[in-house]
């Protein structure tokens, strides 16, 4: 035993020194450790104190360099023998209680020291020498080296109940399971129903009774999620899972993330504590088997190879054993010994018409416990057995493990509606496939879940019903489909081969017309006169197809003609006020100073605002005070007020700040207006009537153009009125900022998101016209 009184402060013992006192007064260096009077001593006190009789034969050992004593409650002393039969081995001592006198380890401290006012103990550290942690390792036997690697192993949650990963990437993965990356590996999960003691079989399966992963008396569940921890013995990631038939919200989704944890898995047993062997445990296993392969099968391929992983996901399932543990019935199998378990078992699954076919092996271990504790010895055994089989499934970097698991999980995730849950069997198909419905005919998508993050479209085996509603009818071209080539088509206003003002042209005098890419225009819906016929019944097959949440529709109205025609309109407009801007601005700036008063400064005069000094541009507004006429902006210059000594009144009109506020001034009798300015005056009244009135009309026009632009709009365009924002960059619109129509989604756009231009022929676009930003990255045609 070794302390150090003036390191207590530092936590860490230097040089060992006598722990009596007696003789020494505690200065002395320590020589002998004595067993039983549990104490350090040197050469003087142990002398002294062992001169009685009774004390002569007390087992004292001398002291090497680096010595450390052991646990004091761990060995036995007094009488105390419970952690040490507990643990099996005499713990080496991690800290001295200076008050207690006692030498303890680090169980034995959290167990004594860890409340009340022992806490406050102070502790001597104590620092083994590598050549004593060596000496004890060497006489330890093979089971206590093998409980020494487990004493660290700690669970950590890997995932949650609502299905999310708890790690955040590989590397994290690696470091909660304290092993090297490179070490190669296996993974164990136990399943069963709650309160069966998933959670102690492992603890005693695996790590020699020590509670690494949680285990309660109360009602409530204490496994929640997916638990993990590495056992460095037999190199294997052990899983713990939650309890079936408990208690518990969002059921479907954990019962979906108990697939998940099994098709990662290499070994899985199965715990049950009843009885008889129920027939839960044959429809779990058999319901398991069909969604692993149905489902599992084909993405852990997609995985490897979507990885680039090196070694094989292999897509026969793991090995399962079912661990059986009774107390008033006999094992399976025993009232006839020539009858192997594992075929009664084989046999109880065909009866219930449930077919492991997914598992590589599935073997029956049981045991009956007369009295507590159970026995374990014979699982650990099993599992040690399957675990040494590498024939079907190989050992694997944690990499790997972690790599596989978010793959499935990034795949199968998300909520399960209500209405798709099943009870009829334990992993139905709506746990693992599509939730989109078709909203003609309401049947459901075969693809499995998360399909359109890999571009991957909705499927259906059924055929669909024709809808009004949704007009879900495909044309094809006749003629190619008889030359056994499917190629879809659509009415549209003009033909690709025409100008935009020739197709206007010709779609006012022959209608519309359906277009070919093989064929080229092989219907016009007014080509003569009269007997026109329906193009379903000449040139082209109809189709109906399933209309998915999300998707547009199929044979929306593709007439543009009227809105071409206000396109063209805008453009000839846009053009004329751009090329005529300049030319304006200076001819009524020139008109304007020709008409002001003589006391005003001329516009080309005024470069910035006379109070806030903004520098005016092309196309601010310049605004004159009617008191001082001086130039400002319309923020300087938003008050008004009469103005009768410089002739405008008795109607309030525009001033600047500075002369609202000095409304009292009057002005001299020369700078009164005179004649001539009068006139002016009178010129500019004149011109300021004329300009609101211009402004008042094109307001006015303003109205009917929306009603033209709404009246124009293509069928699958989204109405002016339903867009408030952009909907790409969620800009709010206003007067300032125009809204936009991408002519292949139809959705509203600012300037900025659509400035693309790219033909779009499935709407009847075949020249370049507006895109958004979305649609123009799509391959191919639009």
């Given at each position: 035993?070794?302390?150090?009184?003036?390191?207590?402060?530092?936590?860490?013992?230097?040089?060992?020194?006598?722990?009596e006192?007696?003789?020494?007064?505690?200065?002395?260096?320590?020589?002998?450790?004595?067993?039983?009077?549990?104490?350090?001593?040197?050469?003087?006190?142990e002398?002294?104190?062992?001169?009685?009789?009774?004390?002569?034969n007390?087992e004292?050992t001398?002291?090497?360099?680096?010595?450390v004593?052991?646990?004091?409650?761990?060995?036995?002393?007094?009488?105390?023998?419970?952690?040490?039969?507990?643990?099996?081995?005499?713990?080496?001592?991690?800290?001295?209680?200076?008050?207690?006198?006692?030498?303890?380890?680090?169980?034995?401290?959290?167990?004594?020291?860890?409340g009340?006012?022992?806490r406050?103990?102070p502790v001597?550290?104590?620092?083994?020498?590598?050549?004593?942690?060596?000496?004890?390792?060497?006489?330890?036997?093979?089971?206590?080296?093998?409980?020494?690697?487990?004493?660290?192993?700690?669970?950590?949650?890997?995932?949650?109940?609502?299905e999310?990963?708890?790690?955040?990437n590989?590397?994290?993965?690696?470091?909660?399971?304290?092993?090297?990356?490179?070490?190669?590996?296996?993974?164990?999960?136990?399943f069963?129903?709650?309160?069966?003691?998933k959670?102690?079989?492992?603890?005693?399966?695996?790590?020699?009774?020590?509670?690494?992963?949680?285990?309660?008396p109360?009602?409530?569940?204490?496994?929640?999620?997916?638990?993990?921890?590495?056992?460095?013995?037999?190199?294997?990631?052990?899983?713990?899972?939650e309890?079936?038939?408990?208690?518990?919200?969002?059921?479907?989704?954990?019962?979906?993330?108990?697939?998940?944890?099994?098709?990662?898995?290499?070994?899985?047993?199965?715990?049950?504590?009843?009885?008889?062997?129920?027939n839960?445990?044959?429809?779990f296993?058999?319901?398991?088997?069909?969604?692993?392969?149905?489902?599992?099968?084909?993405?852990?391929?997609?995985?490897?190879?979507?990885?680039g992983?090196?070694?094989p996901?292999?897509?026969?399932?793991?090995g399962v054993?079912?661990?059986?543990?009774?107390?008033?019935?006999?094992?399976?199998?025993?009232?006839?010994?020539?009858?192997?378990?594992?075929?009664?078992?084989?046999?109880?699954?065909?009866?219930?018409?449930?077919f492991p076919?997914?598992?590589s092996?599935?073997?029956?271990?049981?045991?009956?416990?007369?009295n507590?504790?159970t026995?374990?010895?014979?699982?650990?055994?099993?599992?040690?057995?399957?675990?040494?089989?590498?024939?079907?499934?190989?050992?694997?970097?944690?990499?790997?493990?972690?790599?596989a698991?978010k793959?499935?999980?990034?795949?199968?995730?998300?909520?399960?509606?209500?209405?798709?849950?099943?009870?009829?069997?334990?992993?139905?198909?709506e746990?693992?496939?599509?939730s989109?419905?078709?909203?003609?005919?309401?049947c459901?998508?075969?693809?499995?879940?998360?399909?359109?993050?890999?571009?991957?479209?909705?499927?259906?085996?059924?055929?669909?019903?024709y809808?009004?509603?949704?007009?879900?009818?495909?044309y094809?071209?006749?003629?190619?489909?008889?030359?056994?080539?499917?190629v879809?088509?659509?009415?549209?206003?003009?033909?690709?081969?025409d100008?935009?003002?020739?197709?206007?042209?010709?779609?006012?005098?022959?209608?519309?017309?359906?277009?070919?890419?093989?064929?080229?225009?092989v219907?016009?819906?007014?080509?003569?006169?009269?007997?026109?016929?329906?193009?379903?019944?000449?040139?082209?097959?109809?189709?109906?197809?399933?209309?998915?949440?999300?998707?547009?529709?199929f044979l929306?109205?593709?007439?543009?003609?009227?809105?071409?025609?206000?396109?063209?309109?805008?453009?000839?407009?846009?053009?004329?006020?751009?090329?005529?801007?300049?030319?304006?601005?200076?001819?009524?700036?020139?008109l304007?100073?020709?008409?002001?008063?003589?006391?005003?400064?001329?516009?080309?005069?005024?470069l910035?605002?006379?109070?806030?000094?903004?520098?005016?541009?092309?196309n601010?507004?310049?605004?004159?005070?009617?008191?001082?006429?001086?130039?400002?902006?319309d923020?300087?210059?938003?008050?008004?007020?009469?103005?009768?000594?410089?002739?405008?009144?008795?109607?309030?009109?525009r001033v600047?700040?500075?002369?609202?506020e000095?409304?009292?001034?009057?002005?001299?009798v020369?700078?009164?207006?005179?004649?001539?300015?009068?006139?002016?005056?009178?010129?500019?009244?004149?011109?300021?009537?004329?300009?609101?009135?211009?402004?008042?009309?094109?307001?006015?026009?303003?109205?009917p153009?929306?009603?033209?632009k709404?009246?124009?709009?293509p069928?699958?365009?989204?109405?002016?009125?339903?867009?408030?924002?952009?909907?790409?960059c969620?800009?709010?619109f206003?007067i300032?900022?125009?809204?936009?129509?991408?002519?292949?989604?139809?959705?509203?756009?600012?300037?900025?998101?659509?400035?693309?231009?790219?033909?779009?022929?499935?709407?009847?676009?075949?020249?370049?016209?507006r895109?958004?930003?979305?649609?123009?990255?799509?391959?191919g045609?639009?």
């Amino acid at each position: 035993m070794s302390a150090h009184t003036q390191t207590a402060e530092k936590g860490q013992n230097t040089t060992l020194l006598c722990q009596e006192s007696y003789v020494c007064s505690g200065t002395d260096e320590a020589i002998f450790e004595c067993d039983e009077c549990r104490s350090l001593q040197c050469q003087r006190c142990e002398e002294e104190l062992h001169q009685p009789e009774r004390l002569r034969n007390h087992e004292r050992t001398r002291i090497r360099p680096g010595h450390v004593p052991y646990c004091d409650s761990c060995k036995g002393a007094n009488g105390n023998i419970m952690h040490a039969s507990m643990t099996g081995s005499r713990q080496i001592a991690a800290v001295r209680c200076q008050v207690c006198k006692i030498n303890l380890c680090v169980e034995c401290q959290k167990r004594t020291h860890a409340g009340g006012n022992r806490r406050k103990h102070p502790v001597t550290v104590y620092r083994a020498g590598k050549a004593q942690e060596q000496e004890e390792e060497e006489g330890m036997d093979e089971e206590t080296k093998r409980r020494k690697m487990t004493e660290k192993v700690v669970s950590f949650l890997l995932v949650d109940e609502t299905e999310e990963i708890q790690v955040r990437n590989e590397e994290d993965f690696i470091k909660k399971l304290d092993c090297s990356p490179d070490q190669h590996l296996k993974v164990v999960s136990i399943f069963g129903n709650t309160g069966d003691g998933k959670s102690h079989t492992l603890n005693h399966t695996f790590f020699y009774g020590r509670e690494v992963f949680k285990t309660s008396p109360a009602q409530e569940s204490c496994t929640v999620g997916v638990w993990a921890a590495y056992d460095p013995v037999r190199k294997v990631v052990v899983i713990d899972t939650e309890g079936l038939l408990g208690a518990t919200v969002n059921l479907s989704q954990r019962t979906r993330l108990l697939l998940k944890v099994l098709a990662i898995s290499d070994l899985v047993i199965y715990r049950t504590r009843a009885d008889r062997l129920h027939n839960d445990l044959f429809k779990f296993l058999g319901d398991a088997s069909e969604a692993y392969l149905k489902h599992f099968t084909k993405e852990l391929k997609a995985t490897t190879a979507r990885c680039g992983l090196d070694v094989p996901l292999s897509t026969l399932g793991p090995g399962v054993i079912i661990f059986h543990e009774t107390v008033y019935t006999k094992l399976l199998g025993s009232d006839h010994p020539s009858e192997v378990p594992e075929k009664l078992i084989q046999d109880r699954f065909r009866k219930l018409s449930c077919f492991p076919e997914a598992f590589s092996s599935i073997h029956y271990k049981g045991t009956r416990t007369y009295n507590p504790p159970t026995d374990f010895s014979g699982l650990r055994r099993a599992v040690e057995q399957q675990l040494e089989n590498n024939t079907t499934r190989s050992p694997r970097q944690p990499g790997v493990i972690y790599k596989a698991l978010k793959a499935l999980s990034d795949r199968f995730s998300g909520e399960i509606p209500d209405d798709q849950m099943a009870h009829s069997s334990f992993f139905p198909d709506e746990y693992f496939t599509c939730s989109s419905v078709c909203l003609s005919c309401g049947c459901g998508c075969k693809k499995s879940m998360n399909h359109a993050k890999e571009g991957v479209p909705h499927e259906s085996k059924s055929r669909c019903r024709y809808s009004h509603q949704y007009d879900n009818r495909v044309y094809t071209c006749k003629a190619c489909y008889e030359r056994g080539m499917e190629v879809s088509v659509v009415p549209k206003t003009s033909a690709s081969t025409d100008s935009p003002w020739l197709g206007l042209a010709k779609y006012a005098w022959s209608g519309y017309v359906i277009e070919c890419p093989n064929c080229g225009v092989v219907y016009r819906s007014r080509q003569y006169w009269f007997g026109n016929q329906d193009p379903v019944n000449t040139v082209v097959r109809t189709e109906i197809e399933h209309v998915w949440p999300g998707t547009d529709g199929f044979l929306k109205d593709n007439n543009n003609a009227a809105q071409r025609l206000l396109d063209g309109m805008n453009f000839m407009a846009q053009s004329v006020s751009e090329l005529s801007l300049g030319p304006t601005k200076a001819v009524t700036s020139w008109l304007t100073d020709q008409i002001a008063p003589a006391y005003w400064r001329p516009n080309s005069q005024i470069l910035s605002c006379n109070k806030c000094n903004t520098p005016f541009k092309d196309n601010d507004t310049k605004h004159h005070c009617r008191a001082c006429g001086e130039g400002f902006c319309d923020g300087c210059s938003s008050k008004t007020r009469p103005v009768p000594e410089r002739g405008w009144g008795p109607a309030p009109v525009r001033v600047c700040d500075n002369c609202y506020e000095n409304r009292g001034i009057q002005l001299d009798v020369a700078e009164l207006p005179s004649e001539e300015e009068g006139g002016t005056l009178i010129a500019r009244k004149v011109g300021e009537a004329v300009q609101n009135t211009l402004g008042a009309v094109v307001t006015a026009m303003d109205i009917p153009l929306g009603l033209v632009k709404d009246a124009a709009r293509p069928a699958y365009w989204v109405p002016d009125h339903e867009i408030l924002h952009c909907h790409n960059c969620r800009k709010e619109f206003s007067i300032k900022l125009s809204k936009h129509h991408c002519r292949a989604c139809g959705q509203g756009f600012c300037d900025e998101c659509s400035h693309d231009r790219r033909a779009v022929p499935s709407r009847g676009w075949d020249h370049p016209v507006r895109v958004c930003f979305n649609c123009n990255k799509k391959p191919g045609d639009l």
